[in-house]
């Protein structure tokens, strides 16, 4: 955990997840990246609900060939409302904008990226 902790404050927050496509296939298959970003969201409306926890557990268990009290602590980090899952599925500013910036310094060739509405559609999202 020291070591997690460190990345956190060394460069930010990176969620646990997160998604992109090129803006050419997302034009072409909107519907369908709407369908997957409402499908997303309410799955993670399940996974955050307190009702579901135990079962969220053991699906997490069978599926992740995970021993139960295992299963049980990854659940607790992924629905950590900070480092988990973004709770309805936001796009995250600040974890992009932290890796606009390790882009920026550590990427070759180099080029300077620093507005994240540059590469967000917020149409999607919001449809």
Known sequence: MAGRQRALTRRGLLRAAGGAARRSWAA???????????????????????????EGIQLLAR???????????AHAILVDPEHGFAPAASPDFEGIRTVLALRTQYARPRKILTNPLGYVDLSYYLS
């Open 28 to 54: 072409a298959h909107r519907t369908e990246l709407i369908g997957y970003i409402r499908a997303h969201r309410e799955a993670l409306s399940w996974l955050y609900s307190p009702a579901n926890r135990d």
């Open 63 to 73: 599926n992740a060939n995970l021993p139960p009290q295992l299963a049980a602590e």
